[in-house]
């Protein structure tokens, strides 16, 4: 993995600039399959692999259907750039790129330490960073994403998985529609929703709930059919750190579903349990689509109401 991280300032001429390393070209090689006399090759129809054409190099896992066209990421970034120059979001901002598995993902985060909320929690100075998170990938895995992620900062939550009302989370399957003007606009509808959780925040520091209520909420979400074989779950890790870590969260937060959110939150970002080979790039997207999947579910509103 490469990661390089930028620090500018107002006067910076140009905060978003892409450093070369990233800037290669992609293309599309045909795929051929050794015949069985040993000698002969033949072209496979419809799948191609995906190239950096700039240093003749293959993407790993970059085999790839026929109707998919790898867009390179300097391209993606420069539309991107636009679009927050726009939305004069250009300035004041800490960049920094990683791209992971030999070219195939890349991840741009991009945090405005001078664009905060400060929700009225139980912890005093509970403050709330804004960040953009720009995600693609050369090997088809991920779409083009726009994130919007909310920091905390006490502990570098990120604030995945909010109330659906907000619209944080902007996915492009093809590039048609990542263009400056779109960006400009979803990062302006996010920045207005950062601006209007802080009240979100408070409620659920307003709502107390029980540890059984916790159990509850986890075992008909997450770990629904685990619960089907061992209702109790006792020998199940994942299951048991996340209930140590709401008790961690609730020395702070108190019995509360902003503890409960931290703790899920808390389990997005950093990933603390190697659960399989998955890269932690990989397993992050994993864990907040399934810490999204709970705190959209029918349980949380009534803990929440």
């Known amino acids: 993995m490469t990661n390089i991280i930028k620090l500018h300032d107002e006067q910076s001429t140009n905060p978003l600039a892409l450093d070369n390393k990233y800037k290669f070209d992609v293309g599309l090689k045909p795929i051929f399959h050794q015949q069985a006399d040993g000698e002969t090759y033949k072209e496979i129809e419809n799948y191609s692999q995906v190239w950096n054409t700039t240093h003749e190099l293959p993407i790993p896992n970059g085999v790839v259907g026929s109707k998919y066209h790898p867009t390179a990421y300097h391209e993606l970034v420069d539309r991107c750039s636009e679009g927050l120059a726009k939305a004069n979001l250009d300035t004041g901002c800490v960049v920094e790129d990683a791209m992971h598995e030999g070219g195939a993902k890349f991840v741009r985060t991009i945090s405005y330490p001078n664009i905060t909320i400060e929700p009225k929690t139980r912890k005093q100075g509970d403050i709330i960073r804004f960040e953009i998170v720009l995600r693609s990938?050369?090997?088809?895995?991920?779409?083009?994403?726009?994130?919007?992620?909310?920091?905390?900062?006490?502990?570098?939550?990120?604030?995945?998985?909010?109330?659906?009302?907000?619209?944080?989370?902007?996915?492009?399957?093809?590039?048609?529609?990542?263009?400056?003007?779109?960006?400009?606009?979803?990062?302006?509808?996010?920045?207005?929703?950062?601006?209007?959780?802080?009240?979100?925040?408070?409620?659920?520091?307003?709502?107390?709930?029980?540890?059984?209520?916790?159990?509850?909420?986890?075992?008909?979400?997450?770990?629904?059919?685990?619960?089907?074989?061992?209702?109790?779950?006792?020998?199940?890790?994942?299951?048991?750190?996340?209930?140590?870590?709401?008790?961690?969260?609730?020395?702070?937060?108190?019995?509360?579903?902003?503890?409960?959110?931290?703790m899920l939150t808390h389990y997005a970002t950093h990933t603390p349990l190697r659960r399989s080979n998955t890269p932690i790039h990989s397993r992050v997207v994993t864990d907040q689509q399934q810490i999204m999947m709970v705190m959209r579910s029918p349980q949380w509103y009534s803990l929440v109401a």
């Not at 075992?219 to 870590?245: C, G, S, Y």
Request: charged share 25%.
């Open 137 to 262: 990938s050369l090997d088809g895995s991920w779409v083009h994403s726009l994130q919007i992620l909310p920091i905390r900062l006490l502990c570098s939550n990120g604030m995945v998985g909010v109330d659906s009302n907000y619209k944080l989370i902007f996915n492009f399957k093809h590039t048609t529609g990542f263009t400056a003007e779109m960006i400009r606009d979803k990062v302006l509808i996010g920045q207005e929703s950062f601006q209007e959780m802080g009240q979100w925040f408070e409620s659920l520091s307003n709502a107390e709930v029980t540890t059984d209520d916790v159990k509850s909420l986890l075992k008909q979400t997450l770990f629904k059919k685990q619960a089907q074989r061992d209702a109790e779950l006792k020998e199940n890790k994942t299951f048991n750190w996340m209930m140590e870590q709401f008790l961690r969260e609730t020395k702070d937060l108190g019995m509360t579903m902003w503890s409960v959110y931290n």
